[in-house]
């Protein structure tokens, strides 16, 4: 079965989500991914519109996604996963809005996780690196400036992840019904030690001349226009 849902229209996942219980007879996994990305800028460099939607479809959107399926989910103790992001505990410079967006459904499917425990179901937060999928070949290999910033990651993060890994990750943690999925698993460290490496990396960031050339690169575009890329 498949079918087409805009995120942002409630109404819309709702009547995607009851043709799917209707078809099958009930839901058991709900695995909420939708996401878009934003050409790298600063926050007021950024087109309020193109900020807003961002959070929109990548934070909204995934609630939206889930609350519909919730009722389901309980009745079959079922299973959710959101799908977060590294950018859930990195430093969002550049690229504040999917940051701001990834960490908040990671709180979302923490919260759900214990609120979802009583009934029988459970939930998972997934943490990816970098996918290489459409959207990231078009938010990242054809931005030479966030081509650049990603270099100031450690060697080993940046290898890509493809998307039949991703997909294979998700399915285990499903099975498992474990609370994190993290892949490539080399980033579990820094998800662990994020109370302790975030600040020191932030530190590092303001420090670092060639990082703040870049975020004055990124306040020139200014006025330019900035679309969003699924």
């Given at each position: 079965l498949g079918l087409a849902a805009d995120v942002t229209d409630r109404g819309a996942v709702q009547r995607a989500v009851a043709t799917a219980v209707e078809r099958f007879g009930g839901l058991d996994v709900v695995v909420a991914n939708a996401g878009i990305a934003s050409r790298g800028a600063t926050?007021?460099?950024?087109?309020?519109?193109?900020?807003?939607?961002?959070?929109?479809?990548?934070?909204?959107?995934?609630?939206?996604?889930?609350?519909?399926?919730?009722?389901?989910?309980?009745?079959?103790?079922?299973?959710?996963?959101?799908?977060?992001?590294?950018?859930?505990?990195?430093n969002g410079i550049g690229a504040i809005p999917y940051a701001m967006s990834k960490a908040g459904v990671e709180q979302l499917g923490r919260a759900l996780r214990v609120e979802l425990a009583p009934h029988g179901a459970s939930a998972s937060v997934a943490y990816f690196g970098f996918i290489d999928t459409e959207m990231v070949h078009r938010a990242v290999d054809a931005d030479p400036l966030a081509g650049r910033m990603l270099q100031a990651l450690p060697r080993p993060l940046h290898k890509r992840l493809a998307p039949a890994a991703a997909g294979e990750a998700i399915v285990r943690g499903i099975e498992r019904r474990r609370p994190r999925i993290v892949r490539p698993r080399r980033w579990a460290v820094l998800s662990i030690l994020r109370g302790i490496v975030n600040p020191l990396s932030d530190a590092q960031l303001l420090r670092d001349a060639e990082t703040q050339a870049m975020v004055r690169e990124l306040d020139g575009r200014g006025g330019e226009e900035q679309p969003t890329t699924a």
């Open positions: 926050m007021r460099a950024m087109a309020t519109e193109s900020f807003e939607r961002v959070l929109e479809v990548n934070l909204m959107g995934v609630s939206r996604t889930v609350d519909a399926a919730l009722g389901e989910i309980v009745r079959r103790r079922g299973h959710v996963v959101v799908i977060a992001s590294i950018y859930a505990f990195m």
